[in-house]
């Protein structure tokens, strides 16, 4: 009699990676800049992945998921953005490909790997263990550079001329 409860949870992650591709298309990163939304997104994600697992209640955990999936698909796209903008267009469509081919092969395989390993733990281990490399990735983003054609339409040439340097070598 609780089987909806299973369908309901992915449904509302749903929901929050459409909200996410909304509010992103609708030039958030333009805004304020790619960084600060792949940071800002991976950061929320690092932080309210883990403590979705101390949700008491299917509501708070329905919340969570949703909140989840909205930053999950707004970091995706700066971050896919943001890649593109730094490697140039002599290998944007590769740099792209692997992004997406390795990340999501990486993300299956561990999800595959820790469902397995944990398979008598209770929900809320899998989530934490499920939720961990998040965290890690959030850490991670702060060395990434501003996309120099952020900086270049918001006329901060230095440092985009910085960043390019860096980045060409």
């Known amino acids: 009699d609780r089987v909806w409860m299973r369908s309901l949870v992915p449904n509302i992650y749903f929901v929050g990676l459409a909200t996410g591709s909304a509010i992103a298309s609708a030039g958030l990163a333009d805004r304020v800049g790619r960084r600060a939304v792949v940071v800002g997104a991976s950061a929320v994600v690092g932080v309210v992945f883990p403590l979705s697992a101390l949700a008491p ?50 993300h299956s395989v561990l999800l595959a790997l820790a469902a397995y390993a944990l398979r008598a733990a209770s929900w809320r281990t899998q989530v934490v263990a499920v939720a961990w490399p998040y965290t890690v990735f959030a850490i991670a983003t702060l060395i990434l550079p501003e996309s120099p054609f952020y900086l270049l339409a918001k006329a901060r040439y230095a440092d985009a001329e910085s960043v390019l340097s860096r980045v060409i070598g």
């Open 57 to 106: 209640s299917l509501t708070v955990y329905l919340a969570a998921k949703f909140i989840i999936g909205t930053f999950v698909m707004m970091g995706l796209i700066a971050g896919y953005t943001l890649v593109c903008e730094l490697v140039g267009t002599a290998l944007r469509t590769r740099a792209s490909s692997e992004l997406g081919c390795y990340f999501q092969a990486v």
